[in-house]
């Protein structure tokens, strides 16, 4: 099947689940998680869909700039959709389904750059999934952190929102965020671990940039999970080292793609 189709359904599902997320929360309703999981999973089945001819060649497999965030963003949500039944983490579509819809979008009509194919043996390949998941579970890190941003200033300037008035209470919020970093750094781990074992050379200089910033995000998830542990570490400083370790860690990985694929 020509992906066009699947991508245009995909960009429509979300941006209707987001319309009727974001008017239950503009009228202080809260909006049917079964409604939501429905729509997300319709998308998401069209999103797959997309990505399945996008992803595959005859040559190998094809991870551009462009599918590789789509891919990524599909595996978001998959596991937040997954999540939703057991834990507080509906109020994360509201930022995830607009990130579907622009990457499924993108996947299809951006232009692609120099691509390099990816060998598909046993051992790329359990780098890449792992690679996926932990960038994946990364980014609802980074979100979860921003919504948290967003609650303690309504809360601190008492004028809380409708949207903000959905949300579970600040600790369990918090708690939320260092569960998905742990999740995140133990792939992560996982990830420079399989890269390191099946990889002819982490340092060769199309890798030495993604690897070594890769190594410093690493070191900065550590250190914010021992702080969390050791000195109580929340708050502010918590939402600052989650945006650090995240930006060197998608400039490791985006970034190194997008010179290779649109500059060199």
């Given amino acids: 099947m020509h992906p066009l189709l699947p991508s245009l359904a995909a960009a429509c599902l979300y941006a209707g689940a987001t319309g009727y997320q974001s008017l239950r929360l503009a009228q202080r309703k809260v909006p049917d998680r079964r409604l939501l999981f429905v729509i997300g999973a319709l998308a998401l089945i069209a999103h797959g869909t997309a990505l399945f001819s996008q992803l595959l060649s005859p040559s190998g497999l094809q991870l551009d700039f462009f599918t590789a965030s789509s891919l990524i963003a599909a595996a978001v949500i998959l596991l937040i959709l997954l999540g939703l039944y057991r834990m507080p983490v509906e109020n994360l579509l509201l930022l995830l389904f607009p990130l579907g819809f622009l990457t499924a979008l ?106 070594a910033l890769s190594v410093i995000a690493w070191i900065i998830f550590a250190t914010l999970l021992w702080g969390r542990h050791r000195l109580g570490w929340r708050g502010y400083k918590a939402i600052r080292w989650t945006l650090a370790g995240f930006c060197l860690l998608m400039l490791a990985y985006f970034g190194s793609k997008l010179v290779r694929e649109f500059i060199l």
């Fill in 106 to 211: 993108c996947a299809e009509f951006a232009p692609t750059g120099n691509v390099l194919l990816v060998i598909e043996t046993p051992g790329i390949l359990a780098h890449i999934l792992l690679s996926i998941l932990a960038y994946g579970v990364l980014t609802i890190a980074v979100f979860q952190s921003l919504l948290l941003l967003l609650q303690d200033h309504h809360l601190k300037h008492k004028h809380p929102s409708g949207l903000i008035r959905n949300f579970p209470p600040l600790q369990t919020m918090e708690s939320l965020l260092f569960g998905f970093l742990l999740a995140g750094w133990v792939l992560l781990s996982a990830s420079l671990l399989s890269g390191w074992l099946f990889l002819d050379d982490l340092f060769a200089q199309h890798l030495v940039h993604k690897t």
